[in-house]
């Protein structure tokens, strides 16, 4: 099985006025490519920062993080943002759709960002039919769906440039256990079927059932 | 890389808040609109006065050293500040080859028919007539008696050819030989509202000490410089006995200052301007801090720091094209109204070098919403992530 992402004595130091605060305390780990993890920890542990750094948001103050191979505490900016558009698909607690677009030129973004045409809308239907968008909601703008709807159209854009990795930050915070329990079976059904690396932080203890493996952390350690 | 999904952002983000939009835009259309039609102004101003002024480059004139400026002169005859033959003589050897044109200058009464009225009056020598003024009508003055009249004169009192009038407080009659062309206000004579006479007439009926002034006509505008100088070296050397006046020179300092006002006018507008990029700057504020969360959103699924800004940046740049050609339109109207305002002459208005103002004006107006626009998209393509994502 190959690693999609290891953590090497991953230490993360944030510096405020009030002093220094250790987000991520000597953290190591590996995830294998196909593995379904959730992050679980209470808040301020330190699970947001695992997150951004396994999403390329943030890079460690020491030691080292591979991401499909490569080490982003050398990368530039410009590089760890062509990784994320290549390798990583993000879902939201809050979906954060982009409100000036339609529900079918969100899903078409990264593609475009990418370097595809726009009218490659065949891949997006596609898509967008597979977690469940119907036909007559693809130019809906996004305040014109429910959470429901608009955390499946986000899915679908994490998708579309069909990364390896999933990171969803929360992906049911926002909506009622019926819906949430929907997202979580397509997620699932994401990992068993395409075999997508998927990483959750959650603080639902009743959503661990669906992760191969649930990762602790307290006070920036894994438990 | 052709990514017109960012010009599409800016499009939308432009329409959904179109009334901030609306508002940044004016402000560029008033800017433009602004120190274009204070350059229309300034260069119609500039090309009405030019044409009032003859435009001959190539004339000298030498008057005496007091007793009135150059463009003052025919206030009396009784002046003892004359040019004596023996100068004039001084003054004709330090200009050859170039024509020297003796002139008695002064004023009348003339009358009519009916009418009285008051006329500059001008005596030469018949033969340079010719080299100094133009014939619109009838011929130019032989003998020493006619006299010649200028075309804003003949117009006032319907002078024409063959005509008679009288001059002088003795009345002494003469036969208009001639009219002249219109010539605009000038630096060595203003004819069109004069007599002119021979010298020898006008020597039998003043008996002059001497000329009012002196007009040396140079070949080529090349060889002013030299003649000025012989000149003065001749007259000038032990005191100072004319003053030497190059029309080139004059026209010259008129026309420059008449740019410096237009500048400054432009100036003016351009505060205006200054107004409009101020706006702009807090439109583009605003719109990257309304969208931070947004610019969270499109770091973290791919969009490069230079994306961002490029989409900022085409936000300004609408904004700045879009008014500018409201402005650059407007702009015609608003320079039609300063001029008549103004000048009360609207002629100049589609000039060339009137109408360069509204390319010129549109390029200032462009040129700030995009100076206006830099540091607000900067300033979104900086944004970390991760605070944006958290920003609500």
């Keep these: 099985m190959k690693t999609a992402i290891r953590f090497k004595d991953v230490s993360k130091i944030y510096s405020l006025k009030s002093g220094d605060v250790i987000a991520l305390d000597h953290v190591s780990l590996s995830i294998d490519e196909g593995e379904f993890i959730a992050i679980m920890g209470p808040s301020g542990s330190g699970k947001s920062t695992l997150l951004n750094m396994m999403g390329c948001l943030d890079t460690p103050t020491d030691g080292e993080v591979f991401i499909s191979d490569q080490n982003i505490g050398e990368m530039s900016d410009d590089q760890l943002t062509i990784l994320r558009r290549r390798h990583l698909g993000f879902i939201f607690q809050q979906f954060n759709l982009i409100p000036l677009l339609s529900a079918i030129e969100n899903v078409r973004l990264p593609l475009i960002l990418n370097g595809g045409s726009d009218v490659c809308t065949d891949r997006c239907r596609n898509i967008l039919s597979a977690v469940g968008i119907s036909e007559e909601r693809l130019e809906h703008k996004p305040s014109e769906l429910s959470g429901g709807q608009q955390q499946r159209v986000a899915i679908a854009r994490a998708l579309i440039n069909n990364p390896e990795i999933l990171l969803a930050d929360e992906p049911t915070g926002n909506l009622d256990t019926k819906t949430g329990a929907q997202i979580m079976d397509l997620l699932s059904h994401l990992r068993k079927e395409e075999g997508k690396t998927i990483i959750m932080v959650t603080h639902d203890p009743t959503l661990s059932r669906y992760a191969d493996r649930v990762i602790n952390i307290v006070d920036g350690r894994i438990q | ?392």
């Design chain 2, 1 to 392: 890389m052709n990514r017109p999904i960012f010009l599409l952002f800016a499009v939308r983000n432009l329409r959904l808040h179109w009334l901030r939009s609306l508002l940044a835009m004016i402000g560029i259309i008033i800017g433009v609109v602004a120190i274009t039609s204070m350059g229309i102004l300034g260069s119609s101003l500039v090309l009405s006065i030019s044409e009032d002024l003859t435009t001959v480059g190539d004339t000298i004139v030498v008057i005496p050293h007091t007793g009135g400026s150059a463009m003052g002169r025919g206030g009396g005859i009784a002046s003892d500040d004359l040019i004596t033959s023996r100068q004039l003589e001084r003054i004709t050897r330090a200009s050859v080859p170039h024509t020297v044109i003796p002139v008695y200058s002064g004023g009348e009464r003339i009358r009519v028919g009916g009418e009285t009225g008051y006329a500059a009056l001008y005596g030469m020598r018949t033969s340079d007539v010719p080299l100094l003024l133009e014939l619109s009508d009838g011929q130019y003055l032989r003998g020493a008696s006619g006299a010649m009249v200028g075309p804003r004169l003949a117009e006032t009192y319907s002078m024409k050819t063959g005509s008679r009038f009288s001059i002088g407080a003795f009345g002494q009659s003469l036969r208009v030989v001639g009219i002249l062309e219109e010539r605009g206000m000038g630096f060595d004579i203003n004819s069109d509202n004069a007599v002119i006479v021979s010298d020898r007439w006008f020597e039998s009926t003043y008996s002059p000490t001497g000329y009012d002034s002196v007009i040396v006509k140079v070949r080529s505008l090349e060889e002013i410089e030299g003649v000025k100088e012989s000149i003065e070296k001749s007259l000038n050397r032990r005191e100072t006995e004319v003053d030497v006046y190059d029309t080139r020179a004059i026209l010259s300092t008129i026309l420059e200052t008449f740019g410096r006002i237009s500048t400054f006018t432009i100036a003016i507008g351009g505060i205006s301007l200054i107004v409009a990029g101020v706006s702009i700057f807090n439109v583009m504020m605003m719109s990257v801090m309304e969208r931070y969360r947004e610019i969270g959103v499109l770091r973290s699924i791919g969009c490069l720091r230079r994306e961002i800004r490029r989409m900022f940046f085409y936000e300004s740049l609408l904004l700045g094209i879009a008014g500018s050609l409201v402005g650059g339109l407007l702009s015609v109207a608003g320079g039609y109204v300063a001029l008549l305002i103004m000048l009360e002459n609207t002629s100049y208005l589609l000039a060339p070098s009137s109408l360069i103002y509204i390319p010129i004006g549109m390029v200032f107006g462009v040129g700030t919403s995009v100076l206006s626009g830099l540091y607000p998209a900067w300033k979104a393509s900086e944004a970390n992530p991760i605070e944006a994502l958290r920003h609500e």
